[in-house]
């Protein structure tokens, strides 16, 4: 069972069945013994004590740990006068629980509320997180801390638990010879562009591997990061584990935030895009201290950043992606060609300048540039190298959110329904939200949501697969039990053609709230938004 990919139908539904869900997945690693295959590099590698659970009403308030120390690794970066930039990856929950035998274990987690993007910085201690990491370009060090996994104890009579005896026992996390691994490159070529790439394998618990070759506790990230040292905007991409919550903070503002609380999105492999901006404090001009790598064209035009078209096509489709000669840019546009490997297939990228220095990939590695062509206007297309747009079929590539009609006709007209029956508080299974996802799901959605949401949204284009589709929204929604969530742009996150399929079931089966792309599915003719199940 998947959670609702829109902001509004099953939330409620699902928090109140997710901890039942994630019982089901803990059980084993809460029923074994610490598996002793090392040491940390400091302190003991476990420890016991009373301390119970940090407060959910104090998240400055420190966790723990019995005595155990955090694992906290240190990189280069290369020194700017900014303000920090922070990610977090933590549990809201306070615990999990699983029965071994007669007895109860129970995870204990990071018990902190989820922010949603815009709140102001909750200033959470570090060790409220599963993962918490720091870019200090003031001090020229990036901090990527894992912190212990501790579990606590009921006190049985019998069978049967009957209060908590207080006990605790906390784990180290897995050293960097078992399993963690971070690796952190910068480039520096391009002075209004540095390019961070951070590569992670977090093993955060010390509990055996019982699901056989895949290891509990193992959260996969890679981030890339494009800050311009002389305003401090900056652009965080990339793909990773699909658990815990996400957020990405700087300037006492959360930036960009993901939930993702269901743990079965790391044992099943799942993974999730990350596409945030933010803006960083200037406290004076940078001094690059890294030896600035050079390019095959020799100088770099900073105005058309190879190197950021290069990290932004690499950070959506994988680091084998190659550019093939230099990169053209006018009136905020730019193209450049890529290929997917070494000798493969080339194709044409284009991208938007979305603010001054900072770039977003439009569409790359389709035969007919059909979104580029909706987008961009036609004299661009034709300075940036000639690009012929196919002509408007009876189904025109872009659909107006002032055109679409809510129905079952078009995957537009069912999102269009969808937002519109939230916005109106109209949940009903006949007229109502609940009509306008998939069949199967109707009935359930009718018993598990209600309330009025906020906001405005507009609907755009759709991409068309056989049965599926994937709807371009913008807007701003804030619906009741959810986060709310945001889009500016109408191409972020849509998919190449070669892409649709993986994109298309990510979206479906991921626990991450998101307001675009929206996922359709046809059924007996008619089109409903996809909210999994």
């Given amino acids: 069972m998947s959670q609702l990919r829109s902001p509004s139908v099953y939330q409620e539904w699902w ?53 155990v120390n955090a694992l906290a690794l240190q990189m280069a970066l290369p020194k700017a006068k900014l303000s920090p930039i922070e990610i977090d990856l933590y549990i809201q929950d306070d615990i999990t629980c699983g029965t071994s035998g007669v007895s109860v274990l129970c995870g204990v987690d990071d018990n902190r509320p989820y922010v949603n993007q815009i709140s102001p910085d909750p200033h959470a201690d570090p060790s409220r997180n ?50 963690t691994s971070l ?5 520096t070529t391009n002075p209004k562009a540095w390019v961070t790439k951070i590569s992670s394998v977090a093993v955060q618990t010390n509990y055996p591997a019982v699901f056989g070759f895949i290891e509990p506790g193992q959260i996969h990230n890679d981030w890339t990061i494009i800050i311009d040292p002389t305003t401090g905007t900056y652009h965080l991409l990339g793909l990773g584990t699909d658990f815990p919550d996400f957020a990405l903070i700087s300037n006492n503002l959360v930036e960009c935030s993901d939930q993702a609380t269901h743990i079965t999105g790391m044992m099943l492999g799942n993974f999730r895009p990350y596409n945030c901006n933010g803006s960083t404090t200037v406290i004076g001009q940078p001094t690059p201290t890294t030896t600035p790598k050079s390019t095959p064209t020799g100088i770099e035009d900073y105005a058309c950043p190879a190197s950021t078209f ?5 950070g959506k489709y994988g680091a ?35 603010s001054p220095g900072q770039w977003t990939l439009i569409e790359g590695g389709d035969a007919v540039p059909t979104t580029a062509c909706a987008t961009m206007p036609a004299s661009v297309m034709t300075q940036l190298g000639g690009f012929s747009c196919p002509t408007p079929s009876a189904t025109p590539p872009t659909t107006p959110s002032n055109s679409v009609t809510a129905g079952h006709a078009t995957p ?6 969808l937002y519109r029956s939230e916005l109106a508080g109209n949940w009903s299974v006949t007229n109502g939200a609940c009509s306008y996802v998939q ?20 609907v755009h284009s759709a991409m068309i697969q056989g049965t599926e589709a994937l709807v371009e929204v913008t807007g701003r929604i804030c619906a009741p039990s959810s986060p709310c969530v945001s889009n500016s742009d109408p191409a972020s996150g849509m998919p190449s053609a070669a892409t649709f399929s993986q994109v298309y079931s990510n979206l479906v089966t991921s626990q991450a709230t998101i307001m675009s792309p929206a996922p359709a599915i046809q059924v007996g003719g008619q089109w409903y938004v996809n909210v999994g199940g």
């Fill in 15 to 67: 928090q109140r069945w997710r901890r039942v869900l994630r019982l089901v997945v803990l059980v084993p690693l809460l029923a074994g013994c610490p598996n002793g295959a090392g040491t940390p590099v400091t302190g003991p590698a476990s420890g016991q004590c009373t301390s119970g659970i940090p407060p959910v009403s104090s998240v400055t308030t420190p966790a723990t740990t019995c005595r």
């Fill in 130 to 179: 599963r993962i918490h990491v720091i870019l200090d370009y003031a001090a020229g060090t990036l901090t990527f801390r894992i912190s212990p996994s501790c579990r606590i104890h009921p006190a049985n009579v019998g069978p049967l638990p009957v209060g908590w005896n207080g006990q605790k026992e906390c784990f180290a996390p897995k050293q960097t010879n078992e399993g």
């Fill in 183 to 187: 690796s952190v490159t910068t480039d």
């Fill in 310 to 314: 290069l990290a932004l096509a690499q």
């Fill in 320 to 354: 084998s992606v190659a550019a093939v000669g230099p990169p053209k840019c006018a009136g905020g546009y730019a193209e450049e060609t890529f290929t997917p490997s070494p000798g493969g297939q080339q194709s044409p990228f284009f991208f938007k300048e979305i």
């Fill in 412 to 417: 537009q007209g069912a999102v269009y329904g």
């Fill in 439 to 458: 069949p199967d799901a109707q009935s359930i959605c009718a018993s598990s949501t209600g309330g009025t949401a906020t906001g405005t949204f507009s």
